[in-house]
């Protein structure tokens, strides 16, 4: 299973990006995809989720600081899981990283928003959002 994240970039506050996860080697609708973020001198942390259901619809996952501005959605025939930004924040910037788990799970949306709860790694892409 290998992940690509790609689609960050400069931006100055207010604008918007779309961060792209690409999964290879399995169906990514299979699995919660997850994004995270880790700005310098600081610990990763959790962005966004998403989760597929056995009727094939999913449920979004949102950290606090990004909800109502960040919409993280996936599309089956791309294989991709997109992470929509918009009115980026100077605190947006950072290394965004995608992640998926190693098998399904079905639990409630706080263990999404644990790093122990993925086991395969995008490398990450670099957002800046200047002021």
């Known amino acids: 299973v290998q992940l690509q994240a790609s689609g960050g970039g400069l931006v100055q506050a207010g604008g918007s990006l779309r961060l792209s996860c690409a999964t290879s080697?399995?169906?990514?609708?299979?699995?919660?995809t997850g994004w995270f973020r880790q700005a310098p001198g600081k610990e990763r942390e959790f962005v966004a989720a998403?989760?597929?259901?056995?009727?094939?619809?999913?449920?979004?996952y949102y950290s606090d600081s990004v909800k109502g501005r960040f919409t993280i959605s996936g599309d089956n025939a791309k294989n991709t899981v997109y992470l929509e930004m918009n009115s980026l924040k100077s605190e947006d910037t950072a290394v965004y990283y995608c992640?998926?788990?190693?098998?399904?799970?079905?639990?409630?949306?706080?263990?999404?928003?644990?790093?122990?709860?993925?086991?395969?790694w995008g490398q990450g892409t670099q957002v800046t959002v200047s002021s």
């Open positions: 998403i989760r597929w259901s056995v009727t094939t619809t999913y449920q979004a």
């Open positions: 080697g399995r169906t990514a609708s299979s699995y919660a």
């Open positions: 992640a998926t788990e190693g098998r399904t799970t079905y639990y409630g949306g706080s263990y999404y928003h644990t790093l122990g709860a993925y086991d395969y």
